[in-house]
């Protein structure tokens, strides 16, 4: 995959390619249908707003979304969000008690993307809680119509504090899924190339578990290894060394997928040279130990 320089480009690259996946389309329709609430993707950088026209979009926040005062204080919100979700998954409340939540999705040490829900209240909704409301919202200078705010404010969908969490667990082990799904596209994907870079990434491919060098896959594409670097550099985003690490990754991740495959065996057979490689590599493009990988596989079982 060619990668922009600009991380807020290449996360609004890969979002898209994501968002079109089926397993990610399938998954958001269950999640509202099973919660009621909202869900969606969000590049990072993002300059809108999570869940405008989201069929689970909260009545409230749609009208409030109409007005420039309150639509600034939303994405000041989404912004705070974002700085504090980078890591760990998050949820802020914002002026009208309403819980938003993020849930990073990482490919390694790189965020490439949020998993946002939220527009619900943690608490029974009571008239004095709107009255305060409706004094901030009065304050933005927005032009409303307070009945029918109140209406959609009370509409709300009410879920405990502990239900949330459940939520934010779910997307958190979704988010693995997609961190997962992003590394393969990185590595899968091909832009238009050249036939050399094609026959190169083939080349690596059928023969990743042996030891390689740049210049061999060079030799065997006809090109010089200076040459060969710089173009399969431009062509995928990455390095040579970095394509096959991630594609012996990949390896490594099916293998692992047998629960008496050992992962010793599994990093040997990928093409890994010694335990200790495989190990800082692993944990570098999966954002996680092997063993680690493999208990979470497991239990996902």
């Known amino acids: 995959m060619s990668l922009p320089e600009s991380p807020a480009k290449r996360s609004k690259a890969l979002v898209g390619q994501l968002k079109s996946s089926s397993i990610f389309k399938d998954y958001q329709d269950a999640f509202r249908e099973t919660t009621g609430m909202p869900l969606n993707l969000r590049a990072v950088e993002a300059f809108d707003l999570p869940h405008g026209g989201d069929p689970k979009e909260n ?14 204080a939303c994405l000041q919100l989404q912004a705070s969000l974002e700085k504090e979700a980078a890591m760990e998954p998050k949820s802020l409340k914002c002026f009208a008690g309403l819980c938003d939540s993020a849930v990073p999705v990482r490919v390694g040490e790189n965020l490439v993307a949020f998993l946002q829900t939220g527009q619900v209240i943690t608490n029974t909704p009571t008239k004095k809680q709107f009255n305060k409301v409706a004094k901030e919202v009065l304050k933005f200078g927005t ?34 899924h997609l961190s997962a799904l992003s590394n393969q596209l990185m590595v899968q994907e091909e832009m ?19 030891e390689m060098s740049l210049e061999e896959v060079a030799k065997a594409v006809n090109m010089s290894a200076f040459y060969f670097c710089k173009m399969f550099k431009k062509s995928t985003g990455m390095t040579f060394t970095d394509y096959l690490a991630r594609v012996r990754v990949e390896k490594v991740k099916n293998l692992l997928l047998n629960p008496h495959k050992r992962i010793s065996e599994a990093a040997f057979e990928a093409g890994f040279q010694s335990l200790s490689q495989f190990n800082r590599v692993f944990r570098k493009i999966a954002g996680e130990a092997p063993t680690a990988y493999r208990e979470r596989v497991q239990r996902a079982a």
């Open 143 to 176: 032009e409303v119509d307070m009945k029918q705010l109140e209406e959609a404010w009370f509409q709300s969908r009410v879920v405990s504090k502990k239900q949330l969490e459940s939520v934010m667990r779910l997307l958190s082990i979704f988010a693995q």
């Open 59 to 72: 009545p409230f926040c749609a009208l409030m979304a109409k007005s420039n005062q309150s639509c600034a």
């Open 192 to 210: 238009a190339e050249a036939p050399s870079i094609s026959k190169a990434r083939d080349y690596i491919e059928d023969n990743h578990m042996d």
